[in-house]
C-alpha cells in the first residue's frame, strides 16, 4: 500500500463546476495535510494547508480532512480552465513531506 | 513567487560524472528540502537540512549528498551519476523552526543524464 494515494486521473469537469479531488493516507500519526497545485513543466505552488479534521476554505478553495477515515480532499468551486493542473497531496510524517502521485484535472471551457 | 531560488535551470550531464545542485531560501527560512521528481511522479523526499545539520533522509542512496551554510542557502551533490537520476530537482524551504511545516519551492533544477 502506498503511503500517499490519489487517483492520477485526468478528472474533466465543466467550467463552474465543482472538481473534488482526493486523497489517502496510511500513517495514522500524521499530523499536517498540504495540497500544491503543479503547472506542467513548474514547480509545485502551496495552495492550501489543514491540520485539524473539519474543513477550511480559502476562497475557492475547500480542504477537508476526515482523520478516522485517513483520507483528505479539495474542492475548488466555480472551476476555471486556469485551474487545469495536477494536484498534489502531500502529508508530513516525521521531518518529511510524503507527496501522493497528483491528480491531473482539467477543466472545460 | 516564492523568493526561493535554484540554481542552474537545466543540467545536461554524462553517467558517471558528479553534479551540484544550489538553492538559495527564502528570507527568514531555516529548513531546507530536496526533492527529486521524475516525470509524471509526485516529489520524493531526499533529505532536510534545519540550521546546517542534516534533520532527515529519505531511500537515496550515500552518493546523494547535501550541505547547509549559514545563510541558509544549500546545496545537493550527487555523485556516479546514473540515468535515472535524470528528473527535476526541487529545493522547498520553510520558516521559524522545524516544525514549520509550510514549505515553499524553488523553481527546480532540470537535470538529464546521457
Known amino acids: 500500500q502506498k503511503e500517499v494515494e490519489q487517483n492520477s486521473g485526468p478528472l474533466s469537469v465543466p467550467e463552474g463546476a465543482i472538481a473534488s479531488l482526493n486523497c489517502t493516507y496510511s500513517?495514522?500519526?500524521?499530523?499536517?495535510f498540504f495540497w500544491y497545485r503543479q503547472y506542467s513543466g513548474k514547480s509545485p505552488e502551496l495552495i492550501m494547508f489543514?491540520?485539524?479534521?473539519g474543513d477550511k476554505e480559502d476562497g475557492r478553495f475547500t480542504a477537508q480532512l476526515n482523520k478516522a477515515s485517513q483520507y483528505v480532499s479539495l474542492l475548488i468551486r466555480d472551476s476555471q480552465p486556469s485551474d487545469s493542473a495536477t494536484y498534489l497531496c502531500?502529508?508530513?510524517?516525521?521531518?518529511?513531506?510524503?507527496f501522493g502521485t497528483g491528480t491531473r484535472l482539467k477543466v472545460l471551457a | 513567487e516564492t523568493g526561493v531560488t535554484q540554481s542552474p535551470t537545466h543540467l545536461i550531464k554524462t553517467r558517471g560524472q558528479q553534479v551540484t545542485l544550489r538553492c538559495s531560501s527564502q528570507?527568514?527560512?531555516?529548513?531546507v528540502s530536496w526533492y527529486q521528481q521524475a516525470l509524471g511522479q509526485g516529489p520524493q523526499f531526499i533529505f532536510q537540512?534545519?540550521?546546517?545539520?542534516?534533520?532527515g533522509r529519505g531511500n537515496f542512496p550515500p552518493r546523494f549528498s547535501g550541505l547547509q551554510f549559514p545563510n541558509y542557502s544549500s546545496e545537493l551533490n550527487v555523485n556516479a551519476l546514473e540515468l535515472d537520476d535524470s528528473a527535476l530537482y526541487l529545493c522547498?524551504?520553510?520558516?521559524?523552526?522545524?516544525?514549520?511545516?509550510?514549505?515553499?519551492f524553488g523553481p527546480g533544477t532540470r537535470l538529464t543524464v546521457t
Open positions: 489543514i491540520y485539524s479534521n
Open positions: 522547498a524551504s520553510s520558516g521559524q523552526g522545524a516544525a514549520d511545516y509550510e514549505q515553499y
Open positions: 528570507s527568514g527560512h531555516n529548513t
Open positions: 502531500a502529508v508530513v510524517g516525521t521531518y518529511k513531506y510524503i
Open positions: 500513517d495514522r500519526g500524521s499530523q499536517s
Open positions: 537540512y534545519y540550521r546546517e545539520e542534516e534533520n
